[in-house]
């Protein structure tokens, strides 16, 4: 058997409580640093996947609203794909 069994260990001294402890809390802030980094360059790739899926649907949903006469065109998260510039009452509301 390699080593000696937890009853036969000798007890850590202060300094190697202290030495793990340090350990323990860098371990720690590195793998939140990789876990935010992480989480960061994954919100970056979706967003750009899904800028580009848009990018090429917005035309194809415009000429598809045309043909069909249809002034508003919302996603499933209600955001505006496509309007007709006589529904957009931006710069009223700005003069107001």
């Not at 035309?59 to 996603?75: F, N, Q, S, T, Y």
């Amino acid at each position: 058997m390699i080593g000696k069994s937890i009853r036969e260990r000798e007890p850590l001294t202060e300094e190697m409580q202290s030495q793990l402890g340090a350990d323990l809390s860098r371990k720690t802030v590195q793998r939140k640093k990789l876990e935010e980094d992480s989480t960061r360059d994954y919100q970056r790739v979706r967003f750009r996947l899904f800028q580009k899926i848009r990018d090429e649907m917005v035309p194809i949903i415009e000429a598809l609203a045309k043909e069909k006469g249809l002034e508003l065109v919302l996603d499933m998260v209600e955001s505006v794909v496509y309007c007709i510039p006589a529904v957009d009452m931006t710069d009223e509301v700005i003069k107001r």
